[in-house]
DNA sequence: CCGACCCTCAACCGAAGGTTGAGACTTCTG
DNA sequence: CAGAAGTCTCAACCTTCGGTTGAGGGTCGG
C-alpha cells in the first residue's frame, strides 16, 4: 500500500537530517533528534549496522513535530498523541471529540480598554479605529457615563485588523469578513434557538455549551479550508 | 479612571476563592495562587494585616490562566506575557504582530489517509463522506492509480465536520462554510496576486509569508468577531 | 480565648526535556 | 589502509517548570 514510486526515495543520516533542519531549527541537536525517538515520537528505519535512516516522511514528521513545539508549545506527550491519532485512526466508533468547555471558549480576562488604550495596544490609528467601529467590526461597550469601553476580544480583533490593514486590505475587506461572520452566527444561532427560547439556566448552559464546540469546529472547518486551498494556490507553480 | 459602580465590588478572601473555583478545577490550591502570585501573574491588594484581597477581575483573570494551561497547555511566562500585553498595552509605536513563519502555518505532516481511513479517524460515515467531497468541503487527491487519498488538513476538516453534524448541522450548511472559505481564499489570493504573477522563488517566499500570516489574521479576527457576538447573545438573557 | 484562616520563607519535589561523556563500531577520505 | 569523522548505546547528569511542604507566627470571628 506504499505509493508507487520509480526512483527510490532519498533517504539521509542523522547528521544529514539536522543539516537540512539547521536553518529552521537553529537548536536542533543529534541528541534530541535521538531523544524524539526514545520517546515514540519517530521510528526512523535503521541499516544492517544500526544506523539510523531518515526518509523524507520522516523529515517532514520531525518538523511538524518542532513546529508544534516552538508554535504552541505543546508538550510532546500531546504532540505524540496528535501523530499516532492521526497514522492509523483511533479504533473503533469514534465519539465526536469535543472541545474544551465552553467556559473556556466565552472565558474573557476581564480587561477593559479606553479606545485610547486600544489603539496603543493593537497599532491602530484613530481614523482605521472609526472606520472599523463604523463598519461594525469593532463594537464598543458604552459606559452609563457615556465614554466607551472594549474588551479583550476586541484586542484581539483590533490587532488582526491593524495586521491586515498594514498587509494591504482595506477596511471595507474587513467589512467583508464581519459579514461572514454574521452569516456563521446566525447558522449557530438557530441551532442554539430552541434552547433560548424557553429561559431556564439549564437549557441556557447546554446551548453554550453546543455554541460553544460548533463554533470552535466551524472555525476548524474554516480554516483548514482555507488553508488547503491557498496551499494549493502557491504549490501550482 | 475605574468603573463607576454604587455598591463597593464583592471582595473574597483566598479560602473563599478557592472554594469558587473548585468546581472548575478541582486541583486548584492555596499554594499554587500564590505560586501565581509569586510568578507576577496576578497580584491581589492585601488588606491591612497583610491578607491577600480579591476582586471579581482577579477571579476572571486566575480562572483565564487556569483555562489557558489546561485547555492549550500554555507556559506561564506565555501566560503572562499575553496579560502584560492585554493590560495596558505595549508601548509605542507597535509594529503589526506576525504571526510565526509561513513554513509553520503551510506545515503538513505528511500523512495520507486512504478513505477508510480518513472515515474511522474522523468517525464519518461512508454517505457523509461522499457527500461532503460532493459539495466540495473534502477534496481527495487523485493518485495515479485512480485510488484517492486524503491529507492532514482534510482529517481536521473531517474531524470537524463530524463534530458538526453530530449536533444537528447538515452538510449544507457546511457548505455555506466551505463557500465562506472561497470568498475568504479569494480575498487573501488577490493580496498575493502580483507576487505570483512574475514566478521566481523570492517572491514565491514572499507571497507565501503574506498569504500565511494574513490567513492566519483573517482567522483570528472572524473568530473574535463570531464569539463576541455568541457571546452576546447568550447574555441577552 | 480558641480554632480556623492567613502570612512568609526556605527547602524540597517530580516531571519534562534534553545534554554529556565513555566506550565501541562504521564509513568516508586521502 | 590509516585515521578522522560520523554514528551507536547507555547511564548519569542537568535545568526549568510548576508547584508542595512545613516551620514559625500573626489574624479573625464567635
Not at 513546529?67 to 508549545?73: A, F, I, K, L, S
Not at 488582526?160 to 464581519?178: D, K, S
Not at 454574521?182 to 449557530?188: A, V
Not at 438557530?190 to 453554550?208: I, S, T, V
Request: some cysteine.
Amino acid at each position: 500500500m506504499t505509493r508507487p514510486h520509480l526512483r527510490a526515495a532519498r533517504t539521509r543520516s542523522i547528521g544529514e537530517v539536522i543539516n537540512l533542519l539547521k536553518p529552521e531549527f537553529p537548536e536542533i541537536t543529534v541528541s534530541k533528534i535521538r531523544f524524539l525517538e526514545s520517546r515514540g515520537l519517530i521510528e526512523p528505519q535503521r541499516s544492517a549496522s544500526g544506523y539510523r535512516i531518515f526518509t523524507e516522511d520522516d523529515v517532514r514528521r520531525i518538523e511538524y513535530i518542532l513546529r508544534e513545539q516552538r508554535d504552541h508549545y505543546l508538550p510532546l506527550k500531546v504532540i505524540k498523541s496528535k501523530l499516532v491519532a492521526w497514522e492509523h485512526g483511533e479504533e473503533s466508533p469514534v465519539p465526536p471529540e469535543s472541545g474544551p468547555p465552553p467556559e473556556a471558549y466565552f472565558a474573557s480576562s476581564g480587561v477593559s480598554l479606553t479606545p485610547r488604550e486600544l489603539m496603543r495596544s493593537s497599532g491602530l490609528s484613530a481614523e482605521q479605529l472609526d472606520a472599523l467601529v463604523d463598519q461594525g467590526v469593532l463594537e464598543p461597550f458604552e459606559l452609563p457615563d457615556g465614554s466607551a469601553v472594549f474588551r479583550d476580544d476586541d484586542l484581539v480583533i483590533a490587532k488582526a485588523a491593524h495586521r491586515l490593514l498594514t498587509r494591504g486590505l482595506e477596511v471595507r475587506h474587513l467589512r467583508t469578513i464581519r459579514l461572514a461572520a454574521d452569516r456563521q452566527t446566525d447558522l449557530l444561532g438557530q441551532l442554539a434557538a430552541p434552547l433560548l427560547r424557553h429561559r431556564n439556566p439549564d437549557n441556557r448552559r447546554k446551548a453554550a455549551e453546543i455554541l460553544a464546540d460548533c463554533a470552535e469546529a466551524a472555525t476548524q472547518l474554516e480554516e483548514a479550508l482555507v488553508r488547503g486551498r491557498l496551499r494549493r494556490l502557491l504549490e501550482r507553480q
